[in-house]
């Protein structure tokens, strides 16, 4: 541990008290900088232009030759996390919602880490991300659009990382990449679902619930089919309270016209609802390796419960941008969060007719 100097302060390496007098002095860049006699006023100057030194270290541009330290990946997010996880836009509120700060810390405990925790930050190659990503398609199965997901989490650590390192948040010194090694890497194909639920297929449902005595599986349902929410927005909302949300995939706000009148009952719901599902007589099965399986590409799903809302409503006529924003698609996300409440007075059209048509199921 360093000791304090005449003064009492404990100064960080680079910086000195001589005879009195502050001194930044960094002998590999050629500086010894005085800042005058040794005050509160004079340390806070030296401080701060010892960090600019660093920062210049850091970024490579102190004309000297440094060789950083090294990090693992793994430290690289734990470093970025917090920093993301408290960014703030300019009116001081948090840019990222607490279901958005779960996802990522999700997709980096679960995904990243294990395949990429122990390779040195500055050291991951394009190659190796996209092994990666077809290793998920291919070997596990997993969805396009969930691996672009992901590949979406691992590029933001590496663009914000480096972000925060020129901003000057992060002090001290690591080796960073030339660049974001996900830039030049392609991104999974997506395979678009094409099931929607038809009318027919909703009233079976609706009567498959209330004959396993399931009325709140139901209540779900209806819900989901006139918010066109997805599953984890609906396990967020409050009972007596009108739709006032986020969406958790893209953060987008969604404020509807609509009130939540019951507690919704999410106990056990996949096997619930694929219990309704089957009852209904809707679920399509294939053939793999001679068993019997569950067809995941042509099985209406909750989820595709959104699409279906919104193909009704664009089948009534309305203004696709209307449509779009009662979604609570990103691209209006800028219209919303400034003009949402002029406007939501025109989507009660929109919420009535589609409780009137949940109501005729």
């Known amino acids: 541990m360093r000791k304090p100097c005449q003064h009492g302060s404990v100064l960080p390496r680079g910086m000195r008290c001589d005879h009195g007098y502050i001194q930044v002095r960094l002998d590999h860049?050629?500086?010894?900088?005085?800042?005058g006699a040794h005050t509160k006023d004079s340390e806070e100057a030296a401080f701060i232009f010892l960090g600019e030194c660093r920062r210049r270290i850091a970024l490579g541009?102190?004309?000297?030759?440094?060789?950083?330290?090294?990090?693992?990946?793994?430290?690289?997010?734990?470093i970025s996390l917090p920093f993301w996880q408290n960014e703030r836009d300019a009116?001081?509120?948090?840019m990222h919602s607490e279901a958005a700060v779960y996802e990522r810390i999700r997709v980096i405990e679960k995904e990243l880490k294990p395949v990429f925790g122990k390779i040195n930050f500055d050291e991951l190659t394009t190659q190796q991300v996209e092994d990666w990503r077809e290793i998920l398609t291919t070997e596990r199965g997993v969805s396009g659009t969930t691996v672009n997901r992901y590949q979406g989490v691992l590029s933001g650590i590496y663009s914000d990382l480096m972000k925060y390192v020129k901003a000057g948040k992060i002090k001290k010194a690591f080796r960073l990449p030339a660049e974001?090694?996900?830039l030049a890497a392609t991104w999974a194909k997506i395979k678009t679902r094409k099931v929607i639920w038809t009318d027919y297929q909703l009233k079976k449902l609706k009567l498959s619930f209330m004959q396993l005595g399931d009325a709140d599986g139901w209540e779900i349902c209806k819900l989901?089919?006139?918010?066109?929410?997805?599953?984890?927005?609906?396990?967020?909302?409050?009972?007596g309270q009108m739709?006032?949300?986020?969406?958790?995939?893209?953060?987008?706000?969604?404020?509807?016209?609509?009130?939540?009148?019951?507690?919704?009952?999410?106990?056990?719901?996949?096997?619930?609802?694929?219990?309704?599902?089957?009852?209904?007589?809707?679920?399509?099965?294939?053939?793999?390796?001679?068993?019997?399986?569950?067809?995941?590409?042509?099985?209406?799903?909750?989820?595709?419960?959104?699409?279906?809302g919104i193909n009704a409503l664009t089948g009534k006529g309305y203004d696709q941008k209307l449509v779009s924003q009662y979604a609570g698609h990103s691209s209006v996300k800028t219209t919303e969060s400034v003009y949402q409440l002029r406007i939501d007075e025109k989507l009660k059209p929109l919420a009535d007719d589609l409780e009137a048509w949940v109501s005729g199921l």
């Open 29 to 35: 860049m050629n500086i010894c900088r005085n800042f």
């Open 91 to 94: 009116d001081g509120r948090l």
């Open 61 to 78: 541009k102190a004309g000297v030759v440094f060789e950083a330290p090294q990090i693992s990946f793994a430290k690289a997010c734990d």
């Open 224 to 239: 989901a089919l006139k918010s066109v929410l997805s599953l984890s927005d609906l396990k967020a909302l409050e009972i």
């Open 180 to 182: 974001n090694p996900c």
């Open 243 to 308: 739709i006032d949300t986020e969406r958790s995939k893209t953060g987008v706000p969604v404020r509807l016209p609509i009130t939540v009148l019951t507690k919704l009952n999410f106990v056990n719901w996949r096997k619930r609802f694929e219990a309704a599902r089957d009852l209904a007589g809707v679920t399509v099965y294939k053939e793999v390796d001679g068993k019997r399986v569950v067809d995941q590409d042509q099985t209406p799903t909750l989820r595709d419960m959104r699409k279906s």
